[in-house]
T-cell receptor, first 114, second 112 residues
Framework: SAVISQKPSRDICQRGTSLTIQCQVD?????MFWYRQQPGQSLTLIAT?????????ESGFVIDKFPISRPNLTFSTLTVSNMSPEDSSIYLC???????????FGDGTRLSIL | SQQGEEDPQALSIQEGENATMNCSYK?????LQWYRQNSGRGLVHLIL?????REKHSGRLRVTLDTSKKSSSLLITASRAADTASYFC????????????FGQGTRLTINP
């Protein structure tokens, strides 16, 4: 199965700033996803990162707030822009090889906004 | 809103006992998956059950699926302290769909 490295593992940021989270996979994968997990909650899909084209965002998430890049089949970034305390969450990257089949997750980035 | 509802939200049992967690969903699915999340970590896939399957086993795990009731259960037998984690069900709505839709999760605590 794919090995996923996510950086940073945690950060504490000031409100109004932006943070970019990186997701590196040890093999080429077709699908990469970004999730948010608010404290004590389940996972909510932010967007699907598409290689070579704009990400596909879920309802309630917009590109200006969560710009995503995917320059190749092994790497993606998620930026959380103009952060507020409500953005304090765990952000997780996952990858999939076959649609509908199990995804493999990184360890997540625990983000706290002061 | 989330596709799945899980109950109980939290479960605390003694080591060696069996733990049962339930998941309900609202629309037709292609498959349903169970994941485990240890505190502060990512999710680990446990088991996948297809819509035409009723029961599946993997080691100490047993998953059932009742499509008429739109529900699934995860049974962990002979629980161990290392099973302490949050457990999530996730559904794939149609064949070929990429997205997973997660339930709310059950926080399981195994007391030694």
């Amino acid at each position: 199965s794919a090995v996923i490295s996510q950086k940073p593992s945690r950060d504490i940021c000031q409100r109004g700033t932006s943070l970019t989270i990186q997701c590196q996979v040890d093999s080429q994968v077709t699908m990469m996803f970004w999730y948010r997990q608010q404290p004590g909650q389940s996972l909510t899909l932010i967007a699907t990162a598409n290689q070579g084209s704009e990400a596909t965002y879920e309802s309630g998430f917009v590109i200006d707030k969560f710009p995503i890049s995917r320059p190749n089949l092994t790497f993606s970034t998620l930026t959380v822009s103009n952060m507020s305390p409500e953005d304090s969450s765990i952000y997780l990257c996952s990858v999939g090889v076959t649609p509908g089949q199990p995804q493999h997750f990184g360890d997540g980035t625990r983000l706290s906004i002061l | 809103s989330q596709q799945g509802e899980e109950d109980p939200q939290a479960l605390s049992i003694q080591e060696g006992e069996n733990a049962t967690m339930n998941c309900s969903y609202k629309t037709s699915i292609n498959n349903l998956q169970w994941y485990r999340q240890n505190s502060g970590r990512g999710l680990v896939h446990l088991i996948l059950i297809r819509s035409n399957e009723r029961e599946k086993h993997s080691g100490r795990l047993r998953v059932t699926l009742d499509t008429s009731k739109k529900s699934s259960s995860l049974l962990i037998t002979a629980s161990r302290a290392a099973d302490t984690a949050s457990y999530f069900c996730a559904t794939v709505l149609i064949q070929g769909a990429q997205k997973l839709v997660f339930g709310q999760g059950t926080r399981l605590t195994i007391n030694p």
